[in-house]
Structures are given as structure tokens and as C-alpha cells.
């Protein structure tokens, strides 16, 4: 296959990113069980083939280049750059890595990457200590780890959005929500009544202002 540029072709590259973050992400979510390291696999899946597209091979560019030389024809597509779609589509004039949605981008991925990683000294905790983790992020919602995963790869997406990613994101949000039940079938025969009290006033994905600090003694 012709590489289309200097700009792609560097498998190194795609080599380095994805195993820096994948370790990177490993550090932070630390899988134990088996459900854990499915959704950390799925994780791993979704990065390599967004560092495919980013440094391998351009395949989102090139499936939709008539449309976008047509559109914008002044941009040099096949430039590295141009592969962070939203900044060349709204116009941002400058160095893509200082637009909005860069910036936007790093700040859905350290979010996601914080919130993992403090949500699973939580869990640790409480694991030790037999007792169901309604602490720290636990005590705004239920799934803090899987959202943390759903942040950090909606960065990326607003980053460098792809075909192949988008069309990942949905499935990967999905497999989550249904590992997320299965964690919660689990949580509800070990602990009960205390299970569900904690889950009547806390949400499983998306905190609200009405969520009541759940890290009191009864919950513990």
C-alpha cells in the first residue's frame, strides 16, 4: 500500500502512543478481575485504532476526501494537522493543538484519567475492608471508573475524530453500561439492603445536584 505522506506511515509511532497510554490507563485502573480487563481490552481497542488513523494511515481522510476538498479546498488534508476535523472545519486559523476543541480535548481526558484514578483508590479501600465503596467519587455516582473510560475516549474523539472511533464510541458505551449491571447484580446480593439504599440516591453515570453525600457510616 502507498503511504499517502510523510505526515503517516510512522507504525512506530502507533506503536509508542498506544502502549504509553494503554500503561498509562493500566497505572490508573489497575484491572483485577475478569470484567475489569474486558473493559480495559476494549479500551486498549479503541486507542490503537485511534493512533492507526492519527500516524499509520489516514483512512477517515481518505474515504471522506472528495467531500472535504470540495468543501474546503484550500486545506492541504493530507497534512498531519489536518487531521483534527473540527478545528479545520471551523475554521481555526492557528495551530490546531491551541484550538478549543484541543484544548476542550485534554481536559475530557485528564478528567478521565483523575476520576479513575481516585475512584480506584476508593474501591481499593473499600475492598479491603469488606464494605461497599460510597466514598470519595463513589459518593456522586455508582460507575466512576467506566465514566472515567467514557471521558477520556470522548476526548479523543473531540480531538481527532475518526470513523472507525465514532462508530466504536457507541458500542464501547454500551458494553460498559451492560458490565455495569453485572457489577450491580453482584454489589446487590453481597450487600443487600445497604446496596440498595445507596443506589436509590445515587446515580449510576451522571451526578445531579440532588445526589445526597452517600460516604456516611450507614452506607459503609
Not at 483534527?84 to 485528564?110: D, R
Not at 473510560?149 to 454500551?174: D, N
Amino acid at each position: 500500500m502507498t503511504e499517502p505522506g510523510t505526515a503517516y506511515g510512522l507504525w512506530l509511532l502507533v506503536f509508542i502512543n498506544s502502549a504509553v497510554f494503554i500503561i498509562f490507563a493500566f497505572s490508573f485502573f489497575k484491572p483485577q478481575t475478569s470484567r475489569d480487563w474486558r473493559s480495559f481490552g476494549a479500551f486498549s481497542a479503541f486507542v490503537v485504532a485511534l493512533f492507526t488513523e492519527m500516524y499509520g494511515f489516514p483512512l477517515t481522510i481518505f474515504l471522506l476526501s472528495g467531500w472535504l476538498q470540495s468543501t474546503w479546498p484550500d486545506i492541504d488534508w493530507l497534512a498531519h494537522d489536518s487531521g483534527h476535523l473540527p478545528e479545520m472545519m471551523f475554521g481555526w486559523q492557528s495551530n490546531p493543538h491551541f484550538g478549543p476543541f484541543h484544548i476542550l480535548s485534554f481536559a475530557l481526558i485528564g478528567g478521565g484519567f483523575w476520576l479513575i484514578s481516585v475512584a480506584w483508590h476508593h474501591l481499593w479501600s473499600a475492598l479491603r475492608q469488606g464494605r461497599l465503596a460510597t466514598t470519595g467519587p463513589y459518593a456522586r455516582i455508582r460507575h466512576p471508573q467506566y465514566m472515567g473510560f467514557v471521558l477520556i475516549m470522548l476526548g479523543f474523539l473531540v480531538q481527532w475524530p475518526t470513523i472507525l472511533t465514532l462508530a466504536m464510541f457507541p458500542v464501547l458505551v454500551w458494553m460498559y453500561a451492560r458490565l455495569a449491571r453485572a457489577e450491580e447484580t453482584d454489589s446487590r446480593e453481597r450487600f443487600g439492603e445497604s446496596w440498595d439504599g445507596y443506589a436509590s440516591r445515587v446515580p449510576a453515570f451522571i451526578p445531579n445536584h440532588r445526589t445526597k453525600r452517600s460516604d456516611d457510616p450507614q452506607y459503609d
